[in-house]
């Protein structure tokens, strides 16, 4: 292992793993930092130890010694969900609960994962392979010690466990999470508090939005972790955060610590060039089409808008996300820069004859690699697409894969197909009976047959081909495919879990059958293909990462939804010329929005903004008002969305909830300059709790006045 | 008279009369005015006297000794459309002359207008009227008064005069103009300069426009006025501008002589109210059909394009003055201060029983006037429309007016309609071959009558039902008008000039029928109702201005295209929370914006721009670049366009050429936070010159080096 502690090109990036912060302790004084580094990096005690999972997307901490947790609003937008309907539309209307008794079920799949315990266990994961391993093997060979290593972990109770890969595969370890299983709703903002501005503001800075909820962990009256019952009491965690009454200040120093999702920092300069010129530009053409889809079929009814209001904000997303990417690949030097730290590396290993040996091959296979990645692009995306967007092809082919997979020994199956798994796979389908449309879905499906079929004739999917012209075309497909939607019910593809696969080969399900086609025919072939490349991969990005930190200086891995620290400051931006960004917004510039959806705030809280602000006890004398949101320098990421806002004593001051527009690309390279992120000021949490019916969640909080300011 | 210079509620407000300002000396010094206010009160010396008009929409400045003149690029449009063809667009590609013989010729109608005398003429107006003069004749009679005057000052030679009305014709003033008749291209940058971001970036900032351009005055061997000829020669004016090379500073001292067309700062809360609640909104939906219409028409060819280009610019930027109206009423104070303002007048006038009993019934009647104004207002606002948009009708009508307003003695017709009119109505006519685009024409007109007739009942033209009646409906009758277009060439058109009225009253001629029903039937009518309410104005107005002078401290005159000149300083802003506006923005900005059209920036500056911008002499240590427009707290409206910005030294630093987004409503109010001019640096105007190859032009200016900064 090799971890460079030099000087940092940019001071404010890096996600940083907790061991690493003691020996960055002399740094982050000076950045502002008040607690000794050590205690920062213990996460058996506060603040690290307050910090919680809510699973792929978000992070979380406890507020309380009862058990509250702080969270983004869109993090728990799915409990919402589970407690709404035509009556009470709790993801619209929000929800208070004036006792512990009137909190309310976030509904079966709610979970929190609390870190109990983290190892390193890259030997133990390298032993099973050595330098002559075969690529196909090298990446079975670590998913088995991986999935052994969680099967043990698992045998604690109620624990979920995972094993997270670093630098690419140059280290390991072992997390072992109590999971808890009863997460209730104790405080949520109205949509149009949580989610002002909606898509229009998204990414977006100026920003007033009030993304924070609380809920509330429940165990067992014997402690153990249980699901929801009656009789269980709120957990007593071992840390929760103090809350910093004053805030912050412009220039302040301020910290981050979650569970970022992903980052490709350390990608070569030809992935990045190929997700400028293709990957990126050919997914915003996409996403407009199936917005489109997605938003004609919306209009059609109140039905089709509720049902589809998810999919068109996830879609939506994901095309702000490329577009912002591409946007910042043209008005920034990233890409540039990319292909100039990749020049200098090749540089670096041509200097030295040693270096060409070891490191030579391993630049040149990356790039063979990238090179086959983009050959199979385009039609494995729409396949993907098709796959994941006409839901009951994606369930016909989750069960296929189920009962071939169950065939083999539990630990040598896929991940996502182990017993460990079934739970989950069939509430996924339960679930789905609320949300899934199938009018948008058979004309998703069809635009991307259509796309398939549009491909060059070298990357047509022959089985498919077959199975499309069997039926008269693709309009024929698509009738036939939803002829009977009885076939397709949730009971009905959790009975067929059970069943073997040559059941299935022999189905009349037509659903069944084109997934057996596309499995046999493409998929499994395919996923074979990518198997040795993940393998390859395990055993070259280890090495290009070692030359890359010796010729390059960069100390911190890619995010990979493990626990890590970032450190910075409040700070503005300036996203032109002519145009700064001021790090604070206020309760002022909230009300000057307010109006028509999405700027639909509430009348309390209007009501309660048009009285003596200066009275607040969460007003701010240098901004003249109550602060709303602020920017950071924070290098964070989507799964850091929820995570505490600390100031350089670890006390909260706010939760992070989104990136700027102008360094989207961001997860490719940290621009000291532009990138940033978003926080809900914990002042304006408090002064909406105080004014929308649920200041008497603050009493149980630890909030500390701090200096006076 | 009465004008109190007491304090100003806004510093940097007012549109000052030149003998103004030695009165404000004091005020003007602590601004940081640094020639004595005497000298720019002096319309004979410079800087004033360097101070010319184009026209009712555009100011402009002598910049040398040899009849050089400095303008906006968008005041000059139609000199480049003139001097346009397939082969050389010189509106879309610019043009540099490379020495006297290549400067083009602006066209016959190109003028340029040099006041020579400013006499207040209130007497001889006045004494036409007495207090008991019936509001019908009152309007007349001043009319009249004015015509008298303007036809004695023009017996001078080449001379263009006008009577200006101020504080709502509490004064008036003879303006004698000299009419400078050849006007030649000597400088345009390209289109994709002179209007960089063209309607995206339209009364926006941050700004990146090269929005000047350079003509020459062209006179008689002899120095007379006289129109083009090979023979004329480069006037000389009697003052010219200095041109300060060290340009602005954020916070410099600012002014700009020019003439600003108008405004409506003395109107009434209750007709700001209207244009709130009716007429913006309603002109807002209208420019939208239309340009819904005229957007379609403009795909189907590229000569419709061409031709249409002009009124989707005209249309667009009106939808946008009173879009950006409204928003500034919703997004500020500006309407529910004026309604403060009007009913402190209403306190103070009812304060004092004199006052009581000279001004109450004036403001009653104001209201009663302003009511009956409203009540008429969808109707003759879409008559206005049809008769604009639809060219033939348009032509039709000024013609049918044009004979019978030639059967009363000259002095007496209406203005626009006397034998000095005669040239410009012909060259209009000729000038309409170029631009009409019928298919457009034909749909407007459709959509025109089609919103008359769905107006309430009573709001019917009944002349215009019948006629449309006739014809058997709308379609019918577009049918009927546009089914020989030969009866409406200019030629045809021209020679009607000279008919009786009788002969067109009887005449085949559709449009003419159209236009004689309208005329007889309700806009005869309609005017007349309009000079008597133009009359009540001339009564109401002074009384209504002493009131408001002696209880509310302001103390300039709206708008009202004479020559006035405004303080104040280089400034930015902020339009909304946490967003400030720099007051400079640079060469860096004008390249990062440059891609596709609107942003087609040439390929020659922005090479000039890669270069070493350091070495430019135009480059700003303070903004580390060659900086490119400038914001200002100056109070400025369109006629403003092309006015020279001064320094504190009466040397030239810019161009102004338009206003802020935020600020639109302030034609209403004056917003010291909000109500921004916008620049062209001088230093970028003459970068460009020296990147473009013009840079022989700047030997002829007088550019002074300044102090060092």
């Not at 917005?291 to 068109?312: C, G, M, N, Y």
């Not at 071939?404 to 182990?418: A, V």
């Not at 360094?663 to 978003?678: H, K, N, Q, Y």
């Not at 002042?683 to 630890?702: P, T």
Request: aromatic share 8%; net charge negative; glycine share 8%.
């Amino acid at each position: 292992m090799l971890i460079l502690l030099s000087s940092l090109a940019s001071a404010d990036e890096g996600m940083w793993l907790p061991e690493q912060l003691p020996g960055m302790s002399e740094q982050l004084t000076v950045m502002g930092l008040e607690v000794p580094a050590e205690q920062l990096a213990d996460t058996s005690s506060a603040p690290l130890g307050a910090i919680i999972s809510l699973g792929e997307y978000c992070s979380a901490s406890f507020l309380s010694a009862e058990g509250l947790v702080g969270t983004n609003h869109h993090c728990v937008s799915g409990l919402l969900q589970y407690n709404s309907d035509a009556e009470n539309n709790r993801a619209i209307d929000g929800y208070v609960a004036s006792d512990r008794a009137s909190e309310l079920s976030g509904g079966p799949t709610a979970r929190m994962y609390v870190v109990d315990g983290i190892e390193d266990v890259t030997e133990v994961v390298n032993k099973k392979v050595r330098r002559w391993t075969k690529d196909a093997q090298r990446y079975e060979l670590v998913e088995q010690a991986k999935k052994e290593l969680i099967a043990e972990c698992e045998q604690q109770p109620n624990h979920r466990c995972l094993v997270s890969s670093y630098y690419g595969g140059q280290q390991y370890r072992l997390i072992s999470r109590l999971e808890i299983k009863d997460v209730r709703i104790v405080y949520a903002p109205a949509d149009s508090v949580g989610n002002y501005g909606d898509e229009i503001d998204n990414w977006m800075w100026p920003r007033h939005s009030g993304d924070f909820s609380l809920v509330r962990a429940y165990v067992a009256p014997d402690g153990s972790s249980a699901e929801y019952s009656e009789d269980n009491v709120p957990y007593s965690p071992p840390h929760h955060l103090e809350i910093a009454a004053e805030g912050i200040d412009d220039g302040d120093f301020v910290m981050v610590a979650g569970y970022p999702g992903s980052t490709y920092r350390y990608r070569t300069a030809r992935s990045l060039q190929f997700a400028a010129d293709v990957s990126y530009p050919f997914g915003v053409e996409l996403a407009e089409e199936i917005l489109a889809i997605l938003r004609a079929e919306s209009d059609k009814s109140e039905d089709a808008a509720a049902r589809l209001r998810a999919p068109i904000g996830w879609v939506g997303n994901g095309l702000k996300y490329r577009q912002g990417n591409l946007d910042a690949f043209t008005g920034t030097d990233v890409v540039a820069d990319k292909q100039a730290g990749w020049d200098e590396l090749v540089a670096w290993v041509e200097a030295d004859p040693i270096d060409t040996k070891i490191y030579g091959p391993v630049l040149d296979e990356l790039d063979a690699m990238q090179a086959e990645t983009e050959s199979r692009y385009l039609q494995e995306v729409t396949l993907g697409y098709a796959t994941w967007l006409a839901t009951d092809l994606s369930n016909a082919h989750r069960i296929y894969r189920w009962t071939l997979e169950r065939q083999k020994p539990d630990l040598e199956r896929d991940r996502g197909y182990q017993d460990r798994d079934r739970d989950r796979v069939a509430a996924r389908f339960a679930q789905q009976e609320q949300t899934i449309w199938r009018p948008a879905d058979r004309e998703l499906l069809g635009l991307m047959l259509g796309r398939l079929e549009a491909l060059p004739a070298d990357q047509h999917i022959a089985a498919l081909d077959a199975f499309v012209a069997d039926l008269g075309g693709i309009d024929g497909t698509l009738d036939a495919l939803y002829a009977d939607t009885a076939l397709v019910d949730s009971a009905g593809w959790t009975a067929l879990m059970d069943a073997s696969p040559s059941e299935l080969q022999t189905s009349d399900n037509p659903w069944i059958q084109l997934a057996v086609a596309l499995e046999d025919g493409f998929l499994a072939e395919n996923r074979a293909l990518k198997d040795v490349q993940a393998g390859a991969g395990l055993r070259l990005n280890p090495l290009y990462m070692e030359a890359l930190l010796q010729s390059q200086e960069s100390v911190y891995p890619d995010a990979n939804n493990s626990l890590r620290v970032t450190v910075g400051h409040v700070k503005g931006y300036s996203p032109a010329d002519a145009i700064h960004y001021a790090p604070n917004t206020t309760l002022s510039g909230m009300v000057a929005k307010a109006g028509e959806w999405p700027y639909n705030a509430p009348e309390n809280l209007l009501e309660a903004a048009a009285g003596d602000r200066t009275k607040s006890g969460w007003y701010d004398a240098d901004l003249g008002d109550v602060p709303v949101n602020f920017l950071s320098t924070l290098d964070s990421t989507g799964g850091n969305s929820g995570s505490a806002t600390l100031n350089a004593q670890g006390q909260m001051v706010g939760f992070l909830f989104d990136g700027n527009y102008e360094a989207m690309s961001a997860d490719w390279v940290f621009d000291d300059a532009l990138t940033r992120s978003i926080h809900v000021d914990i002042r304006y949490a408090l002064w909406v709790l105080e004014n929308d019916g649920a200041g008497h969640i603050l009493d149980e909080m630890s909030i500390v006045a701090g200096t006076e300011r």
